[in-house]
């Protein structure tokens, strides 16, 4: 048993000063108290002691694409500028990124992957997460390959890995209807890219635009499969996919009364703010995803589209651009809101306090950021400084 104490401690109820955590010989949270324990040897810090962090979205395969992918002209544009550049994941750029992700106090990365690539380098640690093995199908014969693809892909040990779809621009509908299914056995929730550019919504009401262009060069047979909705959170809520298996990732364009649908069915949303401000300069209404208490998570995309994968910077855009909005709402989106998709459950997920809070029996490990004295440590922690920050206790594996 070791126990520290520090100024502040992160809590799934918020912070509490002075308090004291003790961590049990097995790596987990053992304790939690909220003042010292009278006489108890413990090593004291200056700062706020959190959780681990969770990275909710990130494509590490891209990591050699670090400041070569301009934006600010949409989505599909930033696409094709991708597809031009991309090559087969670079081991050596994976390993570079989640060295700098573990350094910023990353835990865990819910990490999207096509090719498999990440996955033995996230099994290995210290960095865990789960794998969301990503198909693209519009043809029923591309559709059957990448399914028979997936399928290989998930059988990898050392892993959780799930089955998801990329988006409603580069999937035929009964593709996204068998994947994005809610689950019949227990399992880490789904993630899939949702409204991250207006040209999304475009394609599925008017069946042009952008994405329907795009679609067209590629050679893709894409007329009649793809599906026809208002949006595409009505898309999803039609094929019977929204639920808490599910998390959207981006939801930049989201309308007010999906946002409602989404907050109805319990589906969460992950933020990405610096990549939607790289790609479209348009950031999601997180405000209104807080007020309707949609289970929110963060994640940094890819370093396609941020310079790097450090979580607190990414809350940090939040803290800024949603002034009125309690910043602790971002602390509890990057520890406990993470590590709720990480949970495999049917169903209900639980509220991700018992993986990734400081609460007992937790597992993401004991990260220090030795912030000045503060009234404020949410705020403080999230002014946008980059805080020096280290491991006390690593996370375990599960
Ligand atoms: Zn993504």
Do not use: Y
């Amino acid at each position: 048993m070791r126990r520290f104490r520090a100024d502040w401690v992160w809590t799934p109820d918020g912070p509490v000063r002075g308090g004291e955590i003790t961590v049990g010989d097995d790596g987990r949270i053992a304790k939690v108290r909220a003042s010292h324990t009278t006489g108890a040897e413990a090593l004291e810090h200056r700062g706020l002691l959190l959780p681990g962090l969770v990275n909710a979205h990130c494509h590490l395969e891209l990591s050699d694409l670090r400041g070569r992918i301009p934006g600010g002209q949409g989505l599909s544009s930033w696409a094709q500028a991708l597809l031009a550049r991309r090559r087969a994941p670079q081991d050596e750029a994976m390993r570079q990124a989640l060295e700098q992700a573990w350094e910023a106090g990353t835990a865990a990365i819910v990490d999207v992957t096509n090719t498999g690539a990440s996955m033995p380098l996230l099994a290995e640690g210290p960095v865990g997460g789960v794998a969301q093995v990503e198909l693209l199908g519009i043809e029923p014969d591309r559709c059957e390959a990448a399914r028979a693809h997936a399928a290989r892909l998930l059988l990898a040990p050392g892993l959780p890995a799930v089955e998801t779809c990329h988006a409603v621009v580069s999937c035929a509908e009964d593709l996204l209807a068998r994947v994005l299914a809610p689950p019949v056995d227990p399992r880490p929730a789904v993630t899939f890219h949702c409204d991250e550019d207006p040209a999304d919504t475009r394609l599925l009401r008017e069946e042009d635009g952008p994405w329907a262009d795009f679609l067209d060069r590629l050679g893709r047979q894409w007329r009649g499969r793809m599906g026809r909705a208002d949006s595409p959170v009505r898309l999803l809520e039609g094929l019977g996919a929204l639920g808490p298996h599910l998390a959207l990732v981006h939801c930049v364009h989201t309308g007010p009364r999906d946002l409602d649908r989404l907050a109805a069915t319990g589906t969460a949303v992950v933020l990405c703010p610096r990549s939607n401000l790289h790609i479209g300069g348009v950031l999601p209404d997180a405000a209104a995803m807080v007020r309707r208490g949609i289970p929110l998570a963060i994640g940094t995309d890819s370093l396609a589209s941020v310079d790097d994968l450090d979580l607190l910077q990414e809350a940090a855009v939040l803290a800024s651009a949603f002034p009125a909005i309690d910043p602790g709402a971002w602390v509890q989106a990057l520890t406990t809101g993470g590590a709720r998709l990480l949970e495999p459950t049917v169903g209900a997920r639980s509220d991700g306090a018992s993986r990734g809070g400081l609460a007992p029996g937790a597992s993401h490990g004991l990260l220090l950021v030795e912030l000045p004295r503060t009234e404020e440590p949410a705020r403080t922690l999230l002014d946008g400084t980059r805080w020096p920050r280290r491991w006390l206790c690593p996370p375990t594996r599960d």
